[in-house]
């Protein structure tokens, strides 16, 4: 397991952008994004993997949100735009140890608020 620091997030206006950020102590596997909304069960997002191939985005963001990475600093991002009210949630991070594993390390949570 590693540790992980998110940071970014925050309040804008349906149509606009935001970035999260996650921070990891060291090289994992993969890593994804989950978001929860109030009342709602904690959904995916979206994935990838450090040593490359395509990010795998779940319909409703795709287009919409875009992953990268910082290898040399082990930071994950998640771009957001065209942001819709919907998407308002705690956006978590998450990473896999290996290929077989479960999401064995959690960031703390962002808030991203999109007001309509």
């Known amino acids: 397991q590693v540790q992980l620091v998110q940071s970014g997030g925050g309040l804008v206006q349906a149509g606009g952008s935001l970035r999260v950020s996650c921070a990891a102590s060291?090289?994992?596997?993969?890593m994804g994004w989950f978001r929860q909304a109030p009342g709602k069960e904690r959904e995916f997002v979206a994935s990838f993997r450090w040593s490359g191939g395509s990010p795998f985005y779940v319909a409703s963001v795709k287009g919409r949100f875009t992953i990268s990475a910082d290898n040399a600093k082990n930071t994950g991002y998640l771009q957001m735009n065209s942001l819709k009210p919907e998407d308002t949630a705690v956006y978590y991070c998450?990473?896999?140890?290996?290929?077989?594993?479960?999401?064995?390390?959690w960031g703390q949570g962002t808030q991203v608020t999109v007001s309509s």
């Open positions: 060291g090289r994992t596997f993969s």
């Open positions: 998450a990473t896999k140890s290996g290929a077989y594993s479960d999401y064995d390390s």
